[in-house]
């Protein structure tokens, strides 16, 4: 059976386009879903993608044929679902908040305090109120993912304390809560693409990075860094974002199948950041990098407090409390 594979197409005239061409692929008996993600196939990203396909296939009996792509740059992974381009995106939550503003609160430093902490946040009412909001800003949000929590490496440039960060160039993500904090901290923020980033590395353009050990690891960014610092400043969440007009498309037993599958995505990358956050210290130390385990973490957060008060002032402080104390009950 032919594919139909979508295009990039030009505004109502493609909008009217891409229309009827998921109508005759359904007609055809099978729908396409092409999914994007940013790293490679044996990844935390990577197993949720190939999760959801053997899921979501299964269910449907093969009505719905899933097509995993890689696609570094984020933010056009979000504008091609936004626009309709393609259907799905597994994407870091950091460029997210150029399109869904309020998750930004989810980026805001030392908010968390471990996995179950987070976990917890996103799969109960704050994580349901902010999927709720994806809709009105041309996204449906499936599932939250997750990166892990971001971690620093420099180059040759080494840290004895935050005040050593002081007019160092650290590569962040195009979000402004990251840029914001280590603003705060002296440091010079640097944001760029993902996909800018190992050459940024490789010819010194900046002195270092930061992210959660799975993706240091899946895409070897320690071969180009020297130090590796367990700051665990910030908790990377991930996104499965849709396109809405694509969802409202499928017939109710499909779309129970596409969330019932972006849940079954969802564990999967969960339990492959645990084994690479497991793994991962110990198999970047016997590549050579060095790890320094930081003992005060106080100290960062007093480096990064002068934010604080513009993030209270932006998501509230009542908010952002009630994300701090949350307990399992």
């Known amino acids: 059976m032919s594919h139909i594979h979508f295009v990039k197409l030009g505004t109502l005239t493609g909008a009217l386009a891409l229309s009827m061409s998921w109508g005759v692929s359904s007609a055809m008996g ?11 196939a044996d990844s935390h990203f990577g197993e949720a993608a190939i999760a959801f396909e053997q899921s979501l296939e299964a269910q449907t009996e093969g009505a719905i044929d899933v ?26 939550a950091g460029p997210l908040g150029n399109f869904v503003p309020e998750t930004r609160v989810l980026d805001v430093p030392f908010l968390f305090d471990g996995y179950e902490h987070a ?29 892990g929590f971001r971690n620093l490496t420099t180059g040759s440039k080494s ?28 440091v010079l923020p ?4 993902f996909s800018e980033l190992p050459p940024a590395l490789q010819q010194g353009t900046v002195d270092g990075q930061e992210n959660p050990i799975p993706v240091i690891l899946a895409n070897n960014l320690d071969m180009m860094q020297q130090h ?36 079954f995505a969802a564990a999967a990358n969960r339990k492959r950041v645990e084994k690479d956050e497991l793994v991962g210290i110990e198999t970047l130390r016997d590549r050579g990098i060095d790890i320094v385990e930081i003992d005060d973490i106080q100290a960062y957060r007093d480096a990064m407090a002068s934010a604080y008060a513009d993030f209270e002032a932006e998501f509230g402080a009542e908010r952002l409390q009630a994300i701090r104390d949350w307990s399992a009950e």
């Not at 704050?126 to 599932?143: D, I, K, M």
């Not at 396109?243 to 498309?249: C, E, L, S, T, W």
């Open 30 to 40: 099978q729908t396409v879903l092409t999914v994007t993600h940013s790293s490679p």
């Open 67 to 92: 097509v995993i792509q890689r696609l570094d740059n984020e933010r056009e992974a979000l504008e091609s679902v936004q626009f309709g381009t393609q259907e799905c995106a597994i994407v870091s």
């Open 119 to 147: 976990r917890g946040v996103l799969d109960g009412e704050t994580g349901q109120e902010l999927l709720a909001l994806f809709p009105r800003y041309g996204l449906e949000g499936v599932a939250w993912m997750e990166n």
């Open 159 to 186: 840290i004895a304390s935050p005040g050593d960060l002081v007019g160092m160039k650290i590569r962040t993500m195009e979000n402004p809560i990251h840029i914001a904090a280590w603003q705060a901290a002296g």
């Open 190 to 193: 640097t944001p760029m693409a």
């Open 228 to 263: 590796l610092y367990l700051t665990r400043h910030v908790y990377s969440p991930g996104i499965f974002a849709c396109n809405p007009d694509f969802v409202a498309g499928l017939d109710e037993q499909q779309r129970a199948a596409l969330e019932t599958s972006g849940a």
